[in-house]
């Protein structure tokens, strides 16, 4: 049985997502389903379920040529204020519903777009209002997400006295040019004001992401972001492998020219970069704990946000585009903001599609995304899912032994190295069969 998706990825960068997010997949969510949630959202919750809360920004100073997210540039003070007011409308009618009324998130999360685009003073209107819906008494993690340029260190200390533990700073490279001609707003030099700006605020836990396989990254520009990354010292490092997503500049271009192929580095080279940044993150005391994450230390340094979904927490995602998970219905907002603002501001939900998943496919979500970690363990699901996943997916975990990808030892599987740099490719053999056509998100 073969467990590596077949080509492009295994060959050279062609358009497309291959990073699994979800199970299951988007394509497969409809309309239809988006009209049960008013029933779903009537009951209450089980009370053990964790609830986390995302809110997307999705301002910027500049689109980057890979962004694939919802984002819009050059908008207005009153623009952005009536969409924020927006957000905390769809909030409110969450918290007041009794599937979400009374429970107290866990965690909360601030994605864009750039959530640093904001003003100071938005950003206290928005997280005063958000702690008035919903308390965060009990939320053991706040993450926001930051563009080094944005920042500075009134507005880093003032991010740190919102509440905010987890500040991720989307780096992506260290070499000026190479920001610039994949369309980053920032520069190198803004980099190290930033973060040491970051430290000084005294954040818990700064996590920097990283890009392999950038437009005109080269072998030794790569080894050089290392060795900077490696001298700054952050808590988390987050590395992707680059994608071309169809709605991206780059694609755009592509399709102008013609051309098939990104013009990115191919899969091979994008994994031994991050191989690579691994090994030399280890050497120097890290450890790997995801396909994309190493960790200074990981007793001290969390991911709730990620951990907690991955194990089926409920998430209320609020804003345009936005996805939520609650009570095994996933969702997402409408992905146009005046139509987002004018159906939130008329009453209603601004849901445009979403699925109701099975029991088998709750398991199958969880099982993939925890095998992004690296290892499963069978005693969870037969706990949680009273199913033996050992046996339920035998032919699977066969195919990636057979390919020394990884093994049983015990009650856990543990993923290879090699498995752990492609993890993404080897996910597909777990789907349902209805699913396993789906090559893209």
């Known amino acids: 049985m073969s467990t590596e998706v077949t080509s492009p990825e295994a060959g050279e960068t062609t358009a497309g997502n291959y990073f699994v997010a979800n199970y299951p997949p988007f394509?497969?969510?409809?309309?239809?389903?988006?009209?049960?949630?008013?029933e779903l959202l009537s009951k209450p919750a089980a009370k053990e379920t964790p609830l986390g809360v995302y809110f997307h920004i999705p301002f910027c100073r500049k689109r980057c040529h890979f962004c694939y997210f919802r984002v819009y540039t050059e908008r207005s003070a009153g623009e952005i204020q009536r969409y924020l007011d927006a957000g905390m409308a769809e909030l409110e009618r969450y918290a007041g519903a009794p599937f979400v009324n009374g429970r107290k998130p866990k965690f909360i999360y601030f994605g864009g777009g750039t959530p640093s685009y904001l003003s100071v003073k938005q950003l206290r209107s928005v997280t005063d209002r958000m702690k008035e819906l919903l308390s965060w008494d009990e939320?053991?993690?706040?993450?926001?997400?930051?563009?080094?340029?944005?920042l500075n260190e009134g507005k880093l200390q003032a991010i740190r006295e919102l509440g905010v533990t987890r500040l991720s700073l989307g780096v992506e490279n260290f070499?000026?040019?190479?920001?610039?001609?994949?369309?980053?707003?920032?520069?190198?030099?803004?980099?190290?004001?930033?973060?040491?700006a970051a430290r000084d605020a005294g954040f818990p836990q700064i996590n920097i992401d990283l890009i392999s396989g950038m437009v005109e990254?080269?072998?030794?520009?790569?080894?050089?972001?290392?060795?900077?990354?490696?001298?700054?010292?952050p808590d988390c490092v987050t590395i992707y492998q680059m994608e071309v997503p169809y709605n991206t500049g780059i694609f755009k271009q592509m399709k102008a020219e013609g051309k098939l192929v990104a013009p990115v580095a191919n899969w091979a080279t994008k994994r031994a970069w991050t191989g690579y940044a691994f090994a030399e993150l280890e050497k120097a005391?890290?450890?790997?704990?995801?396909?994309?994450t190493a960790v200074r230390d990981p007793e001290r340094t969390k991911f709730v946000y990620r951990d907690s979904l991955w194990k089926g927490a409920d998430l209320i995602g609020a804003g345009v585009?936005?996805?939520?998970?609650?009570?095994?219905?996933?969702?997402?907002?409408?992905?146009?903001?005046?139509?987002y603002i004018d159906t939130v501001t008329g009453g209603n939900l601004p849901v445009l599609r979403a699925m109701a998943t099975t029991p088998e496919e709750r398991l199958i979500r969880e099982l993939i995304l925890q095998l992004k970690l690296g290892r499963v363990q069978a005693a969870y699901f037969q706990q949680k899912f009273g199913v033996d996943v050992k046996s339920r997916f035998a032919l699977q975990w066969q195919g990636l032994e057979q390919e020394t990808l990884g093994q049983w030892t015990g009650g856990q599987f543990d993923l290879?190295?090699?498995?752990?740099?492609?993890?993404?490719?080897?996910?597909?053999?777990?789907?349902l069969p209805q699913h396993q056509n789906s090559r893209y998100a």
């Not at 920001?179 to 803004?190: P, Q």
């Not at 030794?220 to 010292?233: Q, S, Y």
């Open 27 to 38: 394509h497969f969510w409809d309309k239809g389903t988006a009209q049960h949630l008013e």
């Open 416 to 431: 290879t190295r090699e498995a752990l740099l492609k993890v993404d490719s080897l996910l597909h053999p777990f789907f």
């Open 217 to 233: 990254e080269t072998e030794d520009n790569w080894r050089e972001n290392i060795r900077k990354l490696i001298e700054l010292e």
């Open 321 to 339: 585009s936005a996805f939520s998970h609650i009570g095994g219905v996933h969702f997402q907002n409408m992905t146009e903001i005046e139509q």
């Open 285 to 292: 005391g890290y450890t790997v704990t995801s396909g994309y």
């Open 175 to 196: 070499d000026s040019h190479i920001l610039e001609i994949n369309g980053r707003a920032h520069r190198a030099d803004e980099i190290q004001r930033a973060y040491k």
């Open 139 to 150: 939320v053991e993690e706040v993450t926001f997400e930051a563009e080094p340029g944005t």
